[in-house]
Nanobody, 123 residues
Framework: QVQLVESGGGLVQPGGSLRLSCAAS????????MGWYRQAPGKQRELAAT???????NYADSVKGRFTISRDNAKNTVYLQMNSLKSDDTAVYYC?????????????????WGQGTQVTVSS
């Protein structure tokens, strides 16, 4: 009932930049948090950056100073600006959103994931 659509992945050279977008749609009452997670080949999924509804942010140490998470509340969209990309940033990036959905007068928590978008950093 809550869908996330990601875009912006692709192939970039080391030192380059990329901006990921994730738009949430459906019967959304409120979004508590949105964020980005990534999974490299042979590794477990890890947090890259998250943002709560109050605007607090959390970044993985490996991306601090290079990645910036932002949001557009009117569009229920979260972005991840990635600068100074490194080869070890190569991964599938997944958008995540948590909050409360509704159906008529019924409300329920949701925890939704996007389909993932590939980011490859290579020369």
């Amino acid at each position: 009932q809550v869908q996330l659509v990601e875009s912006g992945g692709g192939l970039v050279q080391p030192g380059g930049s990329l901006r990921l977008s994730c738009a949430a749609s459906g019967r959304i009452f409120s979004i508590n948090a949105m964020g980005w997670y990534r999974q490299a080949p042979g590794k477990q999924r890890e947090l890259a950056a998250t943002m709560t509804s109050g605007g607090s942010m959390n970044y993985a140490d490996s991306v601090k100073g290079r990645f910036t998470i932002s949001r557009d509340n009117a569009k229920n969209t979260v972005y991840l600006q990635m600068n100074s990309l490194k080869s070890d940033d190569t991964a599938v990036y997944y958008c995540n959103a948590r909050g409360i959905s509704y159906s008529g007068s019924y409300y329920a928590d949701f925890d939704s994931w996007g389909q993932g978008t590939q980011v490859t950093v290579s020369s």
